[in-house]
Structure formats: C-alpha cells, structure tokens
C-alpha cells in the first residue's frame, strides 16, 4: 500500500475553491471534505452558493481557485431541484429512470435494463406508477423517481438540491427513513436544505454556508444563535427541546414571547 492510498480518507475534498459564473465569486475560499460514509445538510440563505457548491462537486463547475480533488473511480449522482425539471417531458416513470442509465427508453433497452430499473423503483416503493407519465406524480413520488434515477448509477456518493422542498410532512419524514437507510448501507449523501428544524437539526452533520463555509459540526454546534445570525445575517432565536436544537423564525418567536 502506499502513501497516497493511507492518507486519502475521503470521497471528495475542497481546498479553498473560488467560484463565480463572472466576474464576482458566490463561492469564496471555500474548504470542505466529505468523507466515506457522510451524511451532510448544507444550509444557507437563497443565493448563499448552496447549488454552486454542488456543483463543484458534480464537476460541473469548476473552481477559478482552489482545487477539488475526488477518489479515484468515484461514482456521484446528483437530484436536482424539483422545480428545475421539465416535468411536460413525454415520459413514464420507468423510462425517466431508464434514461438515467442508458440514455434510451423502453423499445431499446435490455431485459436486464428494465429489470434493475424494477428493482429500484421497489427499493422506493414506487413500482405501481412505472407506467405513470411524471408530471401524474406527487412531490415526494418525483423526488423518489429522481432518487431511483440516481441509485441506478450505484452511487458512492449521493448529491440532494433540496430534497424535502414541496413535499409534505409524512413524506418528509418518509425521505428522511429512506436517505437514512441508504446512508446506513454505505452511501454518503450531501443534501442542501432550508429546513432546518424539520430536516438539519436530524442530520449527523451540519455545513453553515454563505459564500464561504461559516461553520461545521453536529446540529447543537451550528443550529445555534451566533452561527445561524452570522450565516442569515438577522438575528435567529434558538431554543432546545428534547435535547434537539428549535428554530423559531420571528413570527414563532413573538409568539413565544406573547405566551411566556
Ligand atoms: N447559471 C448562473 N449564472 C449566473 N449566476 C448564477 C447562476 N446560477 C446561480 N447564480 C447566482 O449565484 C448565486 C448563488 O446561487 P446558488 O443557486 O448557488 O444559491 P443557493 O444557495 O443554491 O440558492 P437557493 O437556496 O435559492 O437555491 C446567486 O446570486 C445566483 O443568482
């Protein structure tokens, strides 16, 4: 074994990595590693850089500064953000997924091709609606078909632009077993959230991000007043129940108060 193979303990890590689309970085001097097995929220104001982070590490984005180095042969997939997708597309369920794979749909593809997109599609529990045209699908039945989309690349690591956006509580809850499940079965996942008493505060690990990277560590280390003001820039009134940090934005709060 040699040097580079004891050191490298992560699937991907930045190093003070500068990013903008012109002339003016959204991404500055930004240093993150991810390492096998992660399971990590990334929160943040809109425009805080959240997707350009991820993409830099899709690798379709690249850094005017720094350097992004990933494990050899590393496999990522990536969900995008529901509301980027061009839900109209003519397609099923199964040939959505099948597409992710093979980049042809049903006439064209193998039997084993149609078998291992069943064979997700039941790991998400959504094998009824393979027949199902996309845009018939509820919030969390799209976010699971773009799940499948993924799995079927066997990731290592698994990339989340908001996953848990326009989906309802159950199916929050739900999204959250699953990624669980997966993470558990080796699988790191990096998702972006603007949840975060419903989604970060239940993550292992938490990266405040805006611009630059502000803080890291468990949700009791950044779900706190001073990192979450820092980050959103207004003040954040954090509370703790059950042992889990609770953030009540300003309306709670002056309810709070009232009630006290
Ligand atoms: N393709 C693009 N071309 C030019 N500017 C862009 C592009 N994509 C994003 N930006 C800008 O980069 C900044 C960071 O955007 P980004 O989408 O990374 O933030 P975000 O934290 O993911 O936001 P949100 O939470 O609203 O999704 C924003 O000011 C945005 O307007």
Not at 32 to 38: D, K, S
Not at 167 to 190: F, K
Not at 219 to 246: K, Q, S
Request: hydrophobic letters at 40%; glycine letters at 10%; a neutral charge.
């Amino acid at each position: 074994m040699n040097l580079e193979q004891v050191t490298i303990d992560y699937l991907v890590r930045i190093q003070g990595a500068t990013f903008g689309y012109d002339a003016s970085p959204v991404l500055e001097d930004v240093s993150l590693t991810i390492p096998p097995g992660a399971f990590i929220g990334v929160v943040g104001p809109s425009g805080s850089g959240k997707t350009s982070l991820l993409r830099l590490l899709t690798g379709t984005a690249t850094p005017q500064r720094g350097t992004i180095t990933r494990r050899r042969g590393l496999a990522v997939a990536y969900v995008p953000q529901l509301e980027t997708v061009n839900w109209n597309f003519p397609v099923t369920v199964a040939e959505c997924v099948l597409m992710a794979r093979t980049g042809r749909t049903l006439p064209w593809s193998t039997r084993q091709e149609r078998a291992e997109v069943h064979r997700v599609l039941g790991r998400l529990g959504i094998e009824g609606l393979a027949g199902r045209h996309i845009r018939e699908l509820s919030g969390g039945q799209q976010q699971r078909m773009f799940i499948a989309r993924a799995l079927l690349r066997r990731p290592q690591l698994l990339l989340m632009d908001e996953p848990t956006t326009g989906v309802d509580l159950t199916s929050r809850h739900d999204m959250l077993h699953l990624l669980g499940e997966l993470n558990a079965e080796g699988v790191a996942i990096l998702l972006t959230t603007h949840d975060l008493n419903g989604v970060a505060a239940h993550l292992p690990r938490l990266v405040a991000l805006n611009r630059t990277v502000l803080a890291v560590g468990s949700p009791r280390e950044v779900i706190t007043g001073p990192v979450l003001e820092r980050t959103f820039g207004a003040p954040v009134e954090v509370l703790e129940h059950l042992g889990m940090p609770v953030v009540l934005d300003r309306y709670d709060a002056a309810d709070h108060r009232a009630s006290a």
